[in-house]
Nanobody, 127 residues
């Protein structure tokens, strides 16, 4: 079973950029659909972006980040990235990556039953 470790969080000003990394170990990430979720204090967890396992490599984005965030894979590094541009204060949250191996319809990948989670990385966007 794969283990996930997130990194790349930090504090930026509004309009800035960050790139989060989700590094896999123990198994190849290309056998998994990988998603990024975020959760701010007092709020529900929100699906941010997902990328399908290698057979499809389709991507889906949550409505609040579409056009600003890009999810991608680097199979050589066994890592999935989340490039976040034009950040806003409302993007502040703990960001988690998650993995699942059952697959399904690309456009629904943010609703899959993810059963492997990383520990999270904090993103803070100041006004």
């Amino acid at each position: 079973q794969v283990q996930l470790v997130e990194s790349g969080g930090g504090t930026v000003h509004t309009g800035g950029s960050l790139r989060l990394s989700c590094a896999g170990s123990g198994s190849s990430l290309d056998s998994y659909t990988i998603a990024w979720f975020r959760q701010a204090p007092g709020k529900d967890r929100e699906g941010v972006a997902c990328v399908m396992m290698m057979a499809s490599v389709g991507t889906t984005y949550g409505p609040s980040v579409k056009g600003r965030f890009v999810i991608s894979r680097d199979n050589a590094k066994n890592t999935v990235y989340l490039q976040m541009d034009n950040l806003r204060p409302e993007d502040s949250a703990t960001y988690f990556c998650a993995a699942e191996s059952m697959g399904g319809f690309d456009a629904l990948c943010l609703t899959f039953a993810y059963d492997i989670w990383g520990q999270g990385t904090q993103v803070t966007v100041s006004a």
